[in-house]
């Protein structure tokens, strides 16, 4: 295939470059004073150029739009998501017509009113009318998009709610760290100079909260129809969590904490059915260019029934059980990721903390 | 540059040097034509460069032989390093954005045209406006040099955000690389201030007798807004960087907090990248429109000219670029929609950003307007102008998507918006400049070019830029992020493998393509036929001097100027222009 390709390309380039020439020599033969003046030949076949390229062109948009139509957007699995598709299609439907409407004006003018000597231009500077009609239409238009817009954003970043299971997403150089809350829904404090060892996310293991926090790699697990409260964060540069079935993005800062939160609607059992396609995996990605391995960094996004997740979460240990904690629990199950030492100093270390509560 | 200026030396002031005329020229049409030639070599070094990352994108994993030979180590074995891969997209984005389109569009133009529409001897200062030249000259060199360092160029984007582009644990190319950057780009931006500051005082104080602001061609109304843009939004930009280089060098935190990278904790605390992004974009947005304001100002000349029509709405056309201008320094918010800002500034982002759609309405239907019962002469710059519109439109009403917060957070920094900047001020501001370039020809150098190639140039080159740039819009929507090195790590994106073929065999051609105009280009400043005084027929002043450059443009007095510059096909009149500088006949009345 690439083989192929690059001997058509180079195939094309030398025969371009043949004619280019030939054009030249021919051009020079017949060089005068007026050898590159504009002909009346000229102009009616760039004019009818115009014609074919126009209409080549829209017969291209068409088609792409037919090619791309079950590919462009997945379906989406987010409660907010149908939402943004909504004003997306209606955008569509605005942008697609004037589209359209502006291109064949375009061509067919450009085609019509190619210059013929004997014809006059029609002198025609100026109307109040006309100018009023496109300034008012448009404004009108993008009115109301404002206000539709405006208001399906209000209503995806307004707060989450009270009972959202709180997860924090952390992102470093190449990869991505999932928190669980744990029982009391509240995240442990954590500051980067706690960074150490195992205690990757630099959880402070003094803070009460953190004890019952868990971690998840590879893969993280959410449960349908349940809102989610991300809070994002970074160690070194500037991530962005991209979860394109979800419709949702957010900046992952070092310094700061970054917040969105969403309700996923299909698990990914359903989704699996629906595409035809026993392979799917939701994905989270990174989206803000974080360094040679970017375009790899991702995580696996699981949705699964509350029961599922429940289950899932169980057999995670807790933090206090991974690093050691205030009460340093007992390994109950030997599990995969959890050959890590405690690590009992890091109570002891937080006189230098920066830290930072979520 | 063109030999055959040796023989003539019409000018009355004095004798020139070699020096003094070739290289460290004050007079605003040699600069002009400095700028043009270093913006073309420019231009191909970008194009180069997307040539090279476009073949790893097409065909990833593959080994292209041609890659190693040119980048050594940066390509073992024919294949592209990541790292390379981003130091590419991230020159190939400076160099496009600022030395091609902002230097070299606004420094060819504004040289050329703002002295020879108004009515001018020269710029206001001849001595900064050289400066401006020099300086522009040493960003390019620097930048270029940045190639060839070996930890390798700028590797953060063509937006260099904090952290990513201060340490040089995260990155390679945040090292001497960016050092490079940072300087190239605050030599550009001194380069950037001499000129704008000049382009303004000229047009305000040196316009000849009759040329009422109401009475300036519409090119010279852009370059004017653009230089007050640039002047406006160029020393933020400088201020970003400034910071920057203290945070990179002198160990401050004005960019940086809470890091810890390589297995280290840094000590920077209480700054913040989002700091840099707005300092960043507050030069950002307008820049968008210091780029794309001179094309569409050409493109409303040559229209104009060769529809031989008025220009449709002349005030309607000043205003809309007022408003542009105006409201580009209050949308920069809709770059950073996603980066945890204040949902209640995102809602101000969203309406001030879909007000730009309405002066950019309003500009295209005065475009329709003018084209409409015109009598179209299809020069090479026409078909460009005409391409401009089409690409203005494209691009302009995925903008209204993009621009919408609750949309972006879906599509932002996907491909969909590598489309969306491509076609509206890439594609846009590039075909204003050819259009520029082969209206222009004969003025700055006295010959035609060719116009069978400038054709072939044109119909290749936009099928090309449709080619790449509208499949990507499809890519955006299925999630694909930009600056993604390939594609492969995601199953989710196998569909697309094809289509990212296809792309790159359009960028290829529409990288040969440009052979043709830089072939046509340097042979036509030879061998080019003698150009006529007026061969488009134009009303401006321009073409009132004579085809041999003389210092000081006119040989006798400056014209007056009687009239508006667009008196095209008047009912009244048999011929159909009527150039600014004829008077009034008894009874006529002024427009």
């Given amino acids: 295939m690439t083989g192929f390709l690059t001997i058509v390309v180079v195939t094309l380039g030398v025969i371009l470059l043949g004619k280019v020439l030939k054009i030249f020599e021919l051009s020079g033969e017949l060089r005068g004073a007026d050898a590159n003046a504009v002909t009346t030949k000229d102009n009616r076949t760039q004019g009818a150029l115009v014609m074919l390229f126009g209409l080549g062109f829209l017969a291209f948009v068409i088609h792409q739009f037919y090619k791309f139509k079950d590919m462009m957007l997945p379906v989406s699995a987010s409660e907010h998501g149908v939402q943004t598709d909504m004003l997306l299609s209606v955008s569509f439907w605005v942008i697609i017509p004037m589209f359209f409407i502006t291109h064949i004006l375009l061509i067919y003018f450009a085609y019509k009113y190619y210059y013929r000597p004997e014809r006059k231009a029609t002198f025609f500077a100026h ?54 809350a744990g029982e009391d829904n509240k995240l442990g404090r954590s500051g980067y100079r706690l960074i150490e060892g195992a205690n990757v996310l630099g959880v402070d293991m003094t803070d009460g909260h953190a004890q019952d926090d868990k971690v998840a790699r590879g893969e993280l697990h959410l449960p349908v129809n349940k809102e989610v409260s991300f809070k994002f964060h ?4 500037i991530h962005s969590a991209y979860m394109p079935h979800f419709r949702t993005q957010m900046n992952c800062v070092p310094g700061m904490t970054t917040q969105f939160h969403f309700k996923p609607t299909i698990t990914t059992e359903q989704m699996r059915k629906e595409t035809n396609n026993p392979e799917f995996d939701y994905i989270l990605l990174c989206n803000k260019i974080c360094g040679s391995a970017h375009y790899n960094m991702q995580m696996t996004i699981i949705v699964e029934s509350e029961e599922d997740f429940n289950k899932w979460l169980e057999g995670k240990k807790t933090l206090a059980q991974e690093l050691g904690g205030a009460d340093v629990a007992v390994d109950a199950q030997p599990h995969a990721d959890a050959a890590i030492d405690a690590h009992d100093d890091a109570t002891t270390d937080s006189d230098s903390l920066d830290v930072q509560h979520p | 540059m063109a030999e055959h200026h040796d023989n003539h030396h019409h000018h009355p002031h ?34 180069l460069l997307s040539t090279m990352f476009r073949l790893q994108l097409g065909w990833p994993g593959q080994s292209f032989p041609i890659l190693e030979t040119i980048l050594g180590k940066w390509a073992p074995d024919g294949v592209l390093d990541p790292n390379m891969y981003l130091a590419l997209v991230t020159i190939h984005g400076t160099i496009i954005v600022f030395m091609v389109l902002t230097g070299g569009l606004s420094g060819t133009f504004a040289n050329l045209l703002i002295p020879l529409q108004i009515g001018a001897r020269d710029m206001a200062s001849g001595f900064i406006n050289m400066l401006s030249y020099w300086f522009f000259f040493l960003s390019s060199a620097v930048m270029f040099a940045s190639l060839f360092v070996e930890t390798g160029p700028a590797s953060g984007g063509w937006t260099v955000y904090p952290p990513l582009s201060a340490l040089p644990q995260a990155i390679p190319g945040s090292g001497l690389g960016m050092t490079l950057w940072l300087v190239s780009m605050s030599l550009f931006i001194v380069s950037s201030l001499l000129g704008g500051l000049n382009y303004i005082v000229t047009v305000i104080n040196l316009r000849t007798k009759g040329m009422s602001m109401w009475r300036l061609p519409l090119t010279v109304w852009a370059l004017l807004i653009t230089a007050v843009l640039g002047v406006l939004s160029f020393p933020v930009l400088f201020s970003a960087a400034l910071l920057l280089i203290f945070d990179r060098s002198l160990g401050t935190s004005f960019y940086l907090s809470e890091i810890h990278i390589g297995g280290q904790a840094l000590e920077n605390v209480g700054g913040s990248p989002i700091l840099y992004e707005h300092l960043f974009w507050f030069l950002g947005h307008p820049e968008v429109y210091i780029i794309l304001l001179p094309a569409l100002g050409i493109t409303s000349e040559v229209i104009s000219t060769n529809s031989r029509k008025p220009i449709f709405g002349y005030k309607a056309m000043v205003g809309s670029i007022l408003a542009i201008a105006f409201l580009s320094f209050i949308v920069w918010g809709h770059h950073m929609f996603v980066t945890g800002m204040n949902p209640f500034l995102g809602s101000v982002f969203t309406f001030t950003t879909l007000l730009v759609a309405i002066p950019s309405a309003v500009k295209v239907f005065n475009y329709l307007t003018t084209l409409w019962k015109g009598n179209i002469v299809f020069t090479p710059g026409t078909l460009f102008a005409i391409g401009l519109v089409s690409t203005f439109i494209t691009g302009g009403l995925t903008g209204i998507i993009l621009g919408d917060s609750a949309l972006d957070i879906n599509i932002h920094d996907t491909y969909f918006v590598v489309a969306h900047f491509h076609i509206v001020m890439g594609a846009s501001a590039i075909f204003g400049m050819f259009a520029g370039v082969y209206h222009w020809f004969p003025k700055m150098y006295g010959r035609m070019m060719n116009k069978n190639l400038g054709y072939m140039h044109f119909w290749l080159t936009i099928t090309s830029v449709y080619g790449v740039f509208f499949p990507m819009h499809f890519l955006g929507l299925a999630g694909i992020p930009r600056r993604y090195y390939s594609n492969t790590a995601f199953p989710l994106f196998d569909d697309f493998i094809d289509v990212n073929s296809m792309i790159s065999v359009f960028a290829i051609i529409g990288a040969v393509a440009q052979v043709i105009f830089i072939f046509n280009f340097f042979y036509s400043i030879y061998k080019g036929n003698k150009a006529t005084q007026n061969p488009w027929k134009s009303n401006t002043l321009e073409w009132t001097t004579p085809v041999e450059h003389i210092h000081g443009n006119w040989p006798g007095a400056i014209p007056e100027v009687q009239r508006w510059a667009y008196d095209y096909s008047r009912p009244d009149k048999d011929q159909d222009f009527v150039p600014q500088d004829v008077p009034l006949e008894p009874g006529e009345e002024a427009h």
Avoid: C
């Fill in chain 1, 127 to 180: 109307s109040t009318k006309l100018e009023l009609i496109w300034t008012v239409v448009p404004t009108v238009v993008l009115t109301t998009l404002i206000v539709y817009g405006i208001s399906t954003w209000n209503k995806i970043m307004a707060p989450a709610a009270e009972d959202a299971m709180v997860v924090e997403l952390y992102a470093k150089q190449f990869d991505w760290t999932g928190r669980y």
């Fill in chain 2, 14 to 47: 004095h004798e020139e040097g070699f020096l003094s005329k070739w290289v460290f020229s004050q007079d605003h049409k040699m600069i002009s034509k400095q700028f043009l030639v270093t913006a073309i070599i420019m231009g191909v070094v970008g194009m």
């Fill in chain 1, 234 to 237: 970074s160690r070194d540069v």
